[in-house]
């Protein structure tokens, strides 16, 4: 097989869209065909939109797909964007 024991994607969304930022596998020099790696890609995405749909929406959110494949274990790290306002009105003081 590929030798691959750990795959790390990093995603971004905002504004309605998003993308993968980066994905990185262990050990370093580890190659992928295209395709596998367009599946990975694709896999990560659906994972983290499962756990957080929407996520690209407005001003968005970014998280880590980490996937420890010796152990069959995934770790998602997400952080969702938000603006916060905060109103007063004042009248007839």
């Known amino acids: 097989m590929l030798g ?7 995603y971004e969304g905002y504004g309605d869209s998003g993308n993968f930022e980066e994905l990185a596998l262990q050990p370093d020099q580890t190659d992928l065909p ?3 790696e ?10 983290a939109y499962h ?3 929407g996520f690209e929406n407005n001003e968005g959110g970014y ?3 980490t996937w420890d494949v010796s152990a069959d ?3 998602l790290d ?3 964007r938000y603006v916060e306002c905060s109103h ?3 009248e007839g003081l």
């Open 78 to 80: 997400h952080a969702d």
């Open 88 to 90: 007063s009105f004042d």
């Open 38 to 47: 367009t599946a990975l890609r694709d896999f990560a995405w659906s994972f």
């Open 73 to 75: 274990s995934i770790t």
């Open 34 to 36: 295209d395709d596998l």
């Open 51 to 53: 756990l957080h749909p």
């Open 63 to 65: 998280g880590e797909l």
């Open 4 to 10: 691959v024991s750990e795959v790390i994607a990093r």
